[in-house]
């Protein structure tokens, strides 16, 4: 069909999969981009195609969704508008099924769900699909990167079962809750606590990433200090890249946010003490 044929097309390229995979090191990792589930019939993918053959890990996007608009995610305009070319779509388990098949499955050594795009926990069978992964491969690591801002508590609870031991979620925070919201727009602190919480109670292995501002810098060791308490496995506080351009190296001083009228309402700044400034 012809449908075949352009899948066949698409997966020939060898070191670059033209609109739907690029590998970062061909022999060991690939990003499976959204674009998959919309460009080709997912039943009709060869699964002997070179690249997929020798990977030994997997970035899976599920969907460009996101509850969230953080001013610096190329998913929205400036924390305003979503940006009007995203399609909107998600992979089903059924998806993931005909792309990582268990022959497939297990000879990777991890699965990671970070959107580029989208939150994982927007996809509808986000956790069923990570259930049957670890059901087929309980050898693979599954992680998974979120704002934790979605979904009911006894989501996570159950959840917590599955992302266990050496599997985790990272939990983007910001920040605590007078200044989360600044970067993580539209993330409610108490059903983010809510949930975090849920997730650790149901056994889950909670990791807690905090992107450092000028707005947040001064809550560090307070937000360590919450990780500890609540049970969170780590916390690692790092340096945006955001605001630096890097063919000049020079640190931008302010980033806009705009609401979704398309105004500029206040403005982000990189941290001010040297150690949380990527230069």
């Known amino acids: 069909?012809?449908?075949?044929?352009?899948?066949?097309?698409?997966?020939?390229?060898?070191?670059?999969?033209?609109?739907?995979?690029?590998?970062?090191?061909?022999?060991g990792y690939l990003c499976v981009s959204l674009c998959l589930c919309v460009s080709v019939s997912l039943s009709c993918l060869p699964l002997s195609f070179t690249p997929l053959s020798r990977t030994e890990q997997v970035h899976l996007e599920l969907t460009d969704k996101c509850n969230a608009a953080c001013p610096q995610c190329s998913r929205n305009d400036m924390g305003g508008l979503t940006n009007p070319l995203l399609p909107l779509t998600e992979l089903r388990l059924r998806d993931v099924q005909a792309m990582l098949p268990p022959r497939v499955l297990r000879q990777l050594r991890r699965v990671m769900l970070c959107g580029n795009y989208g939150d994982p926990i927007m996809a509808k069978d986000c956790k069923e699909i990570l259930n049957w992964m670890r059901r087929e491969s309980p050898e693979t690591r599954l992680s998974m990167h979120t704002n934790g801002g979605a979904r009911a508590a006894s989501w996570w609870r159950s959840l917590g079962s599955v992302m266990s031991g050496r599997n985790y979620v990272r939990f983007g925070i910001d920040g605590l809750e007078d200044t989360n919201h600044l970067y993580r727009q539209h993330v409610n602190w108490r059903t983010l606590m809510r949930n975090a919480q849920a997730f650790i109670a149901g056994g889950g292995n909670a990791q807690w990433d905090y992107l450092v501002f000028a707005h947040n810098e001064h809550q560090v060791e307070a937000a360590r200090d919450l990780a500890v308490a609540l049970g969170f496995s780590e916390f690692s506080p790092k340096k945006t890249q955001r605001f630096l351009n890097k063919a000049t190296g020079i640190v931008r001083p302010t980033y806009g946010v705009k609401d979704r009228s398309g105004a500029v309402v206040r403005d982000l700044e990189p941290p001010r003490a040297a150690e949380w400034v990527n230069a």
Request: hydrophobic share 35%; no cysteine; net charge positive.
């Open 1 to 27: 069909s012809s449908t075949r044929a352009s899948a066949a097309k698409v997966f020939s390229s060898g070191d670059e999969i033209r609109g739907v995979a690029t590998p970062g090191n061909i022999s």
